[in-house]
Each structure stands twice: as structure tokens, then as C-alpha cells.
């Protein structure tokens, strides 16, 4: 029996947040170092994979239009200014395209708030990586866990970060990433109706048509993600067993916040 075409076949989307070499405690975990993205990206480079943004990747689904043979999309969630100093130059030489999900009240300079775990871009760093060929998409305007959020406030989190992102760009972002990965049909339902035409979760497995526009996923870079490990993240082999310390953290924590949202209901009703 044949396998899949190549238009059917998963991708793997890697999410990366902090490229630095001495990040704050907070991004720490999430960070990688810049030796450790080179060394990475050129492993992409020496497999043959082929860069593609989030926008491409679900352009290509909708349509049947053929991927290259080892497609792979980079993603850098929030906005950290390491993907700016250190991730560019690499991904320049490569020639890669990546996609930022850039938290726009996190960054630096008008519509900040505040709440950033960690030095961010700058908005004239943000409009340098998309004029290098990075797609910008959106992951809210302060980062919340959307799923518990009143709907007022999500679609404010929602359609401001839009807002913001195509005053500042001229032109509206076309993909979106869930913050912490959590989402819900009411918050896939409101990132639809904002005008986003793909978003990202987390989910540590690799991204396939069946799982929608709205509820692709991801695998995790870690700092302590050596680069045998990164190979097998890529290659898709042993993610199971890689990432079940996190699928069990992720199921108990779903139940909890399932918990508050009907709790925040209740009250919300009795007011």
C-alpha cells in the first residue's frame, strides 16, 4: 500500500520562544542558545527540509497544492528581541523563512504593557524581520490563557492584537498561535472570526492536514533539547515517548482550567 503524497504527509512546526545566551530565569526553560539554533539549522539544511511559513503551509492544505518534499516551519512565539540578534543572521544565511507570533503588548514601545518575561523586540526589530521574509502572526495583545477569559475580553485580546499588528505592518496578519498552547471551539471560533486564517497549538507531535486550520500542532525546543533529540523531533520518531512527561502535565492541567471556566460561569451568571 502506497503511503501518503507528499501534499498529505505531516509536517513538523517547530516552536522556539527565547534565542539567547543568558536569558531571564522565567524564559529560561524555553530558550535556546544561539550556538544551539546554528547548530540546529544547519541540521535542517543538511537533511534538505524546506522552510515554510504558517500562512504557505495552510494555503498549500486548502488549495491540494504540493509542499516541497521536507517541508518544516520555525515559529518563535511572543517576541523575544534574541530572534532579532541572534535567529536572523542564522536563518539569512540558510536562506529559511520562519513565522513570529509576536504578543503585541509585550513589545517594545507603543501598545506596551507590560508582563514580558524577558527583553523583546522593538517594533522597527519586528518590521526588520518581516521586510528579511519572516511572516508575522499574531498570539494576543498580553498573553492570557484565552480559554479563560469572559468572550468581551478574549475578543478584545483577540481582534486588538490584529489591530495593532496591521497598523504597525500594513498588512493584517494572517496566523495566530494560542498562548500556552490552550484553546477551546469558543477561542478557535473567535481567532476564525477575527480574519485569522490558520492558527497554531502545541500538542508535541507533528502538524497534519486531518487536524484543521485552527488546532495545527507543535513540538517543543527546549534548552535541554541536544541535537540528537532535535533530529528525532523532526524526523517525527519518538515523540510520544519524548514529550510524556508534558502530555500528562497537559491532560491534568485541562481538567483544572475546565474547573475555573465553569466556576467563572456561575459567578459571572449570578452577577
Not at 5 to 14: D, E, H, M, N
Not at 52 to 70: I, Y
Not at 94 to 111: D, E, K
Not at 160 to 169: F, I, P
Request: charged residues 25%; contains cysteine; hydrophobic residues 40%.
Amino acid at each position: 500500500m502506497n503511503g501518503p503524497s507528499v501534499a498529505q504527509r505531516p509536517v513538523p512546526i517547530l516552536m522556539y520562544h527565547s534565542v539567547a545566551r543568558t536569558p531571564a530565569r522565567a524564559a529560561y526553560g524555553l530558550s535556546v542558545s544561539p550556538e544551539a539554533f546554528d547548530e540546529q539549522m544547519r541540521l535542517l539544511d543538511g537533511f534538505g527540509f524546506t522552510p515554510v511559513t504558517a500562512e504557505q503551509l495552510a494555503a498549500a492544505w486548502r488549495a491540494g497544492r504540493p509542499l516541497p518534499p521536507k517541508p518544516v516551519l520555525i515559529t518563535f512565539d511572543d517576541g523575544y528581541e534574541g530572534v532579532h540578534r541572534y535567529a536572523l543572521p542564522v536563518l539569512l544565511e540558510h536562506g529559511f523563512t520562519a513565522t513570529l507570533f509576536a504578543s503585541t503588548g509585550w513589545l517594545r514601545g507603543a501598545h506596551e504593557t507590560g508582563g514580558a518575561l524577558d527583553l523583546m523586540l522593538s517594533w522597527d526589530q519586528v518590521r526588520e524581520l518581516a521586510a528579511a521574509g519572516l511572516e508575522i502572526g499574531g498570539h494576543s495583545h498580553t498573553h492570557p490563557q484565552l480559554d479563560q477569559l469572559t468572550d468581551d475580553r478574549l475578543w478584545f485580546e483577540v481582534q486588538h492584537c490584529r489591530e495593532v499588528l496591521a497598523a504597525e505592518l500594513d498588512r493584517p496578519p494572517v496566523s495566530f498561535a494560542y498562548p500556552y498552547g490552550y484553546s477551546s471551539r469558543r477561542v478557535r471560533g473567535a481567532v476564525r472570526t477575527a480574519g485569522f486564517g490558520v492558527s497554531l497549538a502545541v500538542g508535541n507531535t507533528l502538524a497534519a492536514r486531518r487536524q484543521g486550520p485552527y488546532a495545527l500542532e507543535r513540538v517543543t525546543v527546549r534548552r535541554t533539547t541536544g541535537i540528537a533529540d532535535f533530529e528525532r523531533l523532526v524526523e517525527g520518531r519518538g515523540l510520544g515517548r519524548h514529550f510524556a512527561g508534558d502530555r500528562a502535565l497537559t491532560k491534568g492541567y485541562a481538567v483544572v482550567r475546565r474547573s475555573r471556566r465553569v466556576v467563572r460561569k456561575v459567578i459571572e451568571a449570578r452577577v
